[in-house]
């Protein structure tokens, strides 16, 4: 859907080699002039566009402020929609070739993806600075004047006493903290606050461990440790380095803010019936809970539990989850693939060739190539930017539906500042290649991650990737299920194989495979199938076999880790015959019928194992007719022992109830204690 009616393109005083009419073919709509400068000698032709009140897309970023001032001036409703067309597209070398790409990214702004839930935060304004030194307590006056800020001192030596008491001051070592924005919780030791009476050195009360406390936002300049792991997704929580002022002043002025009810986007939805972590206490697939970076995601028994307070939308549970339980949805699966079709479909049209996707975090990316614009030779014509919140939600399906939809490479541009958290995405780009390695479609590798802080070795990269034609453009809806997108991604990458393989093999831990059966070892117990999430194995109700249909398994092992007898084998691979979608019979036996009602209820190796152990040889199943007993049914058995004269359901003889009469006679000696026994009949 568009959301807007008039596209207002500016040249940047000429700094870009722009043609109207190519540019308006090729984004099918009226470019209704190429300015030279908008923002300041052609500002009028925007304010006339704005008091229209249409909709408008504005080809300028830097600008974008100006722009909103103007139309909040000037008392407009319309929607207004920057993007960024001279650092993607014109700042470049091959800024005569940017037509086709300025298109694509004009089409990316009309994209509208599903809005995410929002989560409603309360911040109460309660501020814990975490520190020492001079810098430490100038910051804690700077954001008393907004919050309400305690300073607990990491260390107590070179700070010198304020003459007033602008903030509480303690002393202390956080060796425990939790929660998230709004809703933190600390706990202390060497816990003591500052005596009043004081003089001329810091005098501290009496310590103690063990002290607790809450607050909505923390400023950790005690240069330790940080209090959280994956510390830059925490929101609420600012960890800065006390000796840069510029830095201690950016944390503040956001910290200031940070008081009130905010709307925080819930980024993944999580399904717990499909979840395949554990059964019974049997461990199964734990991709999340190692690739989380910010510990949003515990464990709690069969399941797992994601805090939406603590999660910073990396993304990376969302690209291992091999199920699917797991869910980004800023922006969905969905959303990611079909914008992309949109921007390959309008960049072909518009005449580009050869298109590769960059895939980047929106303002580490941004920042990126706008220094590669600015300073070096711009992204090459061919590289279409697309600005994500987190490049880590990508995952092989993901990449694998870009080269199915015509992109000829896709790079994930990352945050080099986060390259310990790659290990999720690092394993989803190897999958991706070996999937289209297995289909002789990637005779260089198509996906690539791209993590380094110098823009120099970045541009280089960029220009210097391998030329790799693209595959026939095959869009197609990424409705349903992670797996259902993935399967249909698959079989349309397979229709473009020239050797069009039935199975390919594929990395350990790949979510798609086989289970190889010891069938010498195979009791047919049939505890694998109750603890399959994904209903891969099924048993056969009144026949001993185990069926299995090869799409629906995840590879998560729980059966492997549940069966008793250790029969079962995990195969990573991707089958495209019609036989991996049916269920197939993986091992089965001969039943064994009751010999008193015919019934089967057992498969006849068993029966015959157990008689063979124990029938002759075992006190229970001494002579023929206590051995008969293992070869009946559970019903029939029961009523064999209960007709037999050996039966261990008998009581013993009880004795019948006295009567008056009986203790009369008692008295006078005509009974004894065996006249009180019933026999039994």
């Not at 925080?264 to 999340?288: E, L, M």
């Not at 960029?462 to 034609?469: A, E, G, Q, R, V």
């Not at 629906?552 to 019609?578: H, M, S, Y």
Request: contains cysteine; proline residues 5%.
């Amino acid at each position: 859907m568009e959301n807007s009616t008039r596209c207002l393109v500016c040249n940047c005083e000429k700094t870009m080699p722009l043609d109207e009419k190519k540019l308006s073919k090729a984004i099918s709509q009226d470019v209704e002039k190429i300015h030279i400068s908008l923002c300041r000698t052609q500002l009028a032709s925007y304010e006339e566009a704005i008091k229209s009140g249409d909709d408008l897309t504005i080809a300028c970023t830097q600008e974008a402020p100006l722009f909103q001032e103007v139309a909040e001036e000037l008392g407009s409703n319309s929607n207004l929609n920057f993007i960024n067309i001279r650092e993607f597209a014109g700042w470049s070398k091959e800024s005569n070739k940017a037509t086709p790409k300025i298109a694509a990214l004009l089409t990316n702004e009309k994209y509208q993806a599903k809005p995410a839930r929002l989560k409603s935060i309360i911040s109460d304004g309660m501020c814990l600075i975490y520190g020492s030194g001079e810098a430490a307590l100038e910051a804690a006056r700077i954001l008393s004047e907004k919050l309400s800020v305690t300073l607990l001192l990491s260390d107590a030596e070179e700070f010198v006493l304020p003459i007033t008491g602008e903030v509480p001051i303690y002393r202390g070592d956080i060796i425990k903290a939790e929660g998230s924005f709004g809703n933190f919780s600390i706990t202390v030791d060497n816990y003591a606050p500052l005596r009043p009476a004081a003089r001329n050195t810091l005098d501290f009360a009496v310590a103690r461990n063990g002290a607790t406390s809450n607050c909505s936002l923390i400023l950790d300049m005690s240069g330790n440790a940080p209090l959280f792991s994956g510390y830059q997704h925490r929101d609420g929580y600012s960890r800065v380095d006390a000796g840069d002022p510029a830095a201690v002043l950016r944390e503040t002025i956001k910290l200031s803010e940070m008081v009130g009810e905010f709307e925080k986007p819930i980024y993944v939805d999580y399904n717990q019936d499909i979840c395949a972590h554990s059964r019974s206490q049997k461990q199964g697939c734990n991709k999340c809970l190692d690739v989380c970076p910010a510990g949003a995601i515990t464990d709690i028994g069969d399941t797992v539990e994601i805090d939406s307070g603590i999660c910073g939308g990396c993304g990376s549970c969302n690209s291992v989850c091999p199920t699917g339980a797991i869910n980004y949805q800023y922006p969905t699966r969905t959303d990611i693939i079909s914008n992309s079709q949109n921007i390959l479909a309008t960049y072909n049209n518009a005449g580009g060739k050869d298109p590769i996707l960059l895939i980047h975090e929106e303002l580490s990316g941004f920042e990126m190539i706008s220094a590669i614009a600015r300073y070096g030779e711009g992204l090459p014509a061919n590289i279409i930017p697309l600005g994500i919140h987190a490049v880590t939600t990508f995952g092989h399906i993901e990449i694998t539906s870009l080269i199915a939809s015509g992109a000829a490479q896709v790079i994930l541009l990352t945050n080099p500042l986060r390259s310990d958290e790659l290990s999720g995405l690092e394993k989803e780009v190897e999958l991706a290649n070996s999937i289209l390695d297995g289909l002789g479609l990637n005779n260089q590798a198509r996906a690539h991650i791209v993590s380094e802080a110098d823009p120099q070795i970045v541009e280089n990269t960029l220009w210097n990737l391998s030329d790799i034609k693209p595959l026939k453009s095959d869009s197609f809806n990424a409705l349903g299920s992670k797996r259902e997108i993935g399967r249909l991604t698959f079989s349309k990458l397979h229709e473009q194989s020239k050797t069009k393989p039935q199975v390919i093999a594929l990395p350990l831990q790949a979510p798609y495979g086989k289970l190889d059966i010891n069938q010498d070892a195979c009791t047919l117990c049939m505890a694998c199938t109750s603890s399959c999430p994904t209903g891969a194995i099924t048993d056969t109700p009144g026949e001993p076999k185990l069926r299995f249909t090869q799409s629906a398994c995840v590879q998560c092992g729980l059966c492997a880790n549940t069966c008793p007898e250790k029969a079962l084998t995990l195969i990573p691979q991707l089958d495209f015959t019609p036989a991996a979608m049916q269920a197939v019979t993986l091992y089965e036996e001969e039943p064994f019928e009751c010999i008193n009602c015919g019934t089967a209820f057992a498969t006849k190796s068993t029966i015959e194992r157990i008689s063979e152990q124990l029938a002759g040889k075992h006190s229970m199943f001494e002579d023929e007719e206590r051995s008969n007993l293992i070869k009946m049914c559970e019903n029939c058995r029961v009523e064999a022992q209960a007709n037999s004269s050996n039966d261990p359901f008998a009581a013993g003889s009880r004795p019948r109830p006295r009567t008056t009469e009986d203790y009369i006679a008692a008295e006078k000696g005509d009974l004894t204690a065996s006249d009180f026994l019933i026999e039994d009949d």
